[in-house]
């Protein structure tokens, strides 16, 4: 999902089936507001959430949705599987097929999932660049020991990319149990970490994204928007 920018005047002679010589006059009339402000210059960006009216008509009026869902077990994370329920079937929302998700979880994988309507908003938070730490609790079919943290953050080849992981960090909080923090989400990232070492990932589950925890009050299935802060702290 791309987000759309455009030069004001292409913008509206698009829109509105006009010439871009047109579009100069309207502003120089004062016809047109951009998010309550009348505007003048034809290089002006205008963003697919920004508010757009023209001789009091609204033109474009699209609200960003941010929506944080506890993913539950058995549901693929794409807006539309032939065979399996998806998250977008879980959300009850006349706007949820406006949605994509913001970093994929495993079918069988549970916890955070952030879905939305703003592709910079999931570009962003998905570049290894922005340095978001993802963090999951991993329960393991054999015991992990200490010299998984040094493997993990030293990143591991997976030749059918032809990438080296970015550092990761593991936490041991029991013998069984791992807190797992990767920066990128590769296919089958942590799965296939822990088959270096032919230890079985049994369950995984998505804790935090950034400082964004998952609302533990959210059963599985459940979702509820993002509030303004935790917006901003993420
Ligand atoms: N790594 C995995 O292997 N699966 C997930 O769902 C997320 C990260």
Redesign the pocket.
């Known amino acids: 999902m791309h987000s759309k920018y455009a030069r004001l005047d292409r913008y509206l002679s698009q829109k509105l089936g006009i010439k871009r010589g047109d579009v100069r006059l309207m502003l120089a009339r004062g016809r047109v507001r951009v998010n309550g402000v009348v505007a003048v210059d034809i290089n002006q960006r205008v963003g697919e959430f920004d508010h757009v009216v023209v001789d009091g008509q609204v033109l474009q009026v699209r609200e960003p949705v941010y929506i944080m869902m506890h993913k539950p077990m058995g549901v693929v994370s794409a807006t539309k599987d032939e065979k399996n329920k998806t998250v977008i079937d879980l959300l009850q929302r006349s706007d949820k097929n406006a949605l994509h998700i913001a970093g994929r979880?495993?079918f069988n994988?549970t916890g955070l999932l952030l879905l939305t309507n703003d592709g910079r908003w999931s570009r962003r938070l998905s570049e290894p660049a922005t340095k978001v730490m993802k963090w999951?609790r991993v329960r393991l079919q054999k015991p992990v020991t200490p010299d998984y943290i040094a493997a993990f953050a030293e990143g591991m080849y997976f030749s059918f990319e032809d990438i080296t992981t970015l550092p990761a960090e593991l936490k041991i909080v029991s013998d069984y149990v791992a807190d797992v923090g990767l920066m990128e989400?590769r296919y089958?990232?942590?799965?296939?970490m822990f088959g270096r070492f032919q230890n079985p990932?049994l369950e995984?589950h998505?804790m935090a994204v950034g400082n964004l925890q998952l609302d533990e009050t959210l059963a599985a299935g459940e979702s509820r928007e993002l509030s303004a802060d935790e917006l901003e702290g993420i």
């Open positions: 979880l495993d994988s999951y989400g089958h990232q942590i799965k296939r990932v995984l998505r």
